[in-house]
């Protein structure tokens, strides 16, 4: 099998872009908790995320949500991030808080709404250029609750005519990324509910319109590599954002409820070109609910590399031969080996040959700033959903 030494040129192109939105409180609909040194504005929550770059070299930047990380100067926000050794990333609208959204934004029947939503997004894309962003992040609540409510196919062609509006607005450098999720909050039809609605409307637009594919907005049971391969192929897999799910959009750590499934995912990645490709985006979208958010961040990311480490270990020569003369079963062993490899050790080690701690998670609880930040952050208003 592959030995590690000859897999850390791709381990050290890895980045993993972090959520603003983990830094903040976050909860069900039943509570969200507060916790002691959440930040109060969007430049505490870039200082913590650059915690997260500090200890592991692995998350140079950070996406934004607009209005919850609305700035009066995006030139001092990115000035703070560059100070701190982070950038920021893809930016991400929010057409779900408004009480005009209530039946929808950019599908909505009436052209008022409609327009304030795709409004929206023309000042999201300002803030893209302020901040240097490449990408716009969509992803829309939109939906129905009852068989009936609304037209489901007027609303695909008004769908159609906002991301047009949308997409002649974005710069030759920047991109448009349209996230599916098959339910919630609507829970009869959402109106991009999947990888083929988001595919055809994307493909439509044009060839800076991708599909990001969110790991915790599928049904039980998906096979989500097979559309991570689907997507890849066409050319149109533009961003991921990681999470992991037990039961529905659980948004827990990436690679806590099904590292198999994890490792399986960014083998397909790897497969089919593009890991290390800027051309696919590797994001989180995680909330830390109970557990304290800096280190959540840190494992994650830590999650992601282990996997990562373990999918570039698969012996692709020998599994390619194994597939031609129909060995199921030595195929399948090809790959279990990979998987069941622990790289922990391996990857401490070559972690501190680089200049960074062995061990992440320790070295972030030993470095103090966790105490700094519950002892100075007191007063103000916690930022969280809405903030
Ligand atoms: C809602 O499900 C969601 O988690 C989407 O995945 C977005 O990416 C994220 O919120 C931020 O808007
Ligand atoms: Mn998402």
Same mark, same amino acid.
């Given at each position: 099998m592959t030995d590690l030494t000859d897999i850390t040129t791709p381990l050290a192109a890895q980045a993993i872009e972090l959520p603003s939105w983990a830094f903040g409180n976050s909860g069900t609909r039943f509570k969200?908790? !507060?916790?002691? !040194?959440?930040?109060?504005?969007?430049?505490?929550?870039?200082?913590?995320?650059?915690?997260?770059?500090?200890?592991?070299g692995l998350a140079p930047t950070v996406a934004l949500h607009i209005p919850w990380d609305l700035v009066d100067s995006y030139s001092d926000l990115r000035k703070h991030a560059e100070d701190n050794g982070v950038g920021l990333g893809t930016v991400n609208s929010n057409t779900f808080q408004d009480d005009d959204y209530k039946l929808g934004s950019v599908t909505h029947s009436d052209p008022k709404v409609r327009?304030?939503?795709? @409004?929206?997004?023309?000042? %999201?894309?300002?803030?893209?250029?302020?901040?240097?962003?490449?990408?716009?992040?969509?992803?829309?609540?939109?939906?129905?609750?009852?068989? !009936?409510?609304? @037209?489901? &196919?007027?609303?695909?062609? &008004?769908?159609?005519?906002? #991301?047009?509006?949308?997409?002649?607005?974005?710069?030759?450098?920047?991109?448009l990324v349209l996230e599916y999720k098959f339910f919630e909050p609507a829970f009869y039809h959402t109106d991009v509910p999947d990888w083929g609605t988001s595919y055809a409307h994307t493909a439509a637009l044009g060839d800076r319109a991708f599909v990001c594919l969110d790991t915790g907005h599928h049904a039980p049971g998906t096979n989500i590599e097979f559309i991570v391969a689907q997507l890849l192929r066409l050319g149109k897999l533009g961003s991921f954002d990681f999470n992991s799910r037990f039961y529905a959009d659980d948004d827990l750590i990436v690679g806590a409820a099904d590292p198999f499934q #994890?490792?399986?995912? #960014?083998?397909?990645?790897?497969?089919?070109?593009?890991?290390?490709?800027?051309?696919?985006?590797?994001?989180?979208?995680? %909330?830390?609910? *109970?557990?304290?958010?800096?280190?959540?961040? *840190?494992?994650?990311?830590l999650n992601v590399q282990e996997m990562t480490a373990r999918a570039l270990l698969v012996d692709t020569e020998a599994l390619k031969k194994a597939q031609a003369c !129909?060995?199921?079963?030595?195929?399948?062993? *090809? #790959?279990?080996?990979?998987?069941?490899?622990?790289?922990r050790p391996a990857l401490a080690?070559?972690?501190?040959?680089?200049?960074?701690?062995?061990?992440?998670?320790?070295?972030?609880?030993?470095?103090?700033?966790?105490?700094?930040?519950?002892?100075?952050?007191?007063?103000?208003?916690?930022?969280?959903?809405?903030?």
């Open positions: 969200v908790f !507060g916790s002691p !040194g959440t930040p109060r504005d969007p430049f505490e929550k870039i200082s913590d995320a650059a915690q997260v770059h500090k200890h592991t327009q304030k939503a795709i @409004d929206h997004h023309f000042a %999201c894309i300002d803030v893209m250029n302020e901040t240097g962003s490449r990408d716009l992040k969509i992803w829309l609540a939109d939906g129905t609750n009852y068989p !009936g409510q609304d @037209d489901i &196919r007027a609303r695909q062609d &008004r769908l159609a005519d906002s #991301l047009a509006k949308i997409y002649e607005r974005i710069g030759e450098d920047q991109r #994890l490792f399986r995912i #960014l083998y397909e990645v790897i497969r089919g070109g593009g890991y290390a490709n800027p051309d696919v985006a590797f994001m989180l979208d995680q %909330c830390h609910n *109970i557990e304290k958010k800096i280190p959540g961040q *840190i494992r994650s990311v !129909g060995d199921v079963l030595g195929a399948n062993g *090809i #790959l279990m080996d990979a998987f069941y490899t622990d790289v080690e070559w972690r501190e040959s680089r200049g960074l701690p062995g061990d992440p998670m320790k070295a972030y609880a030993a470095s103090g700033y966790q105490e700094k930040i519950e002892a100075e952050r007191v007063g103000g208003t916690q930022a969280g959903w809405g903030a």
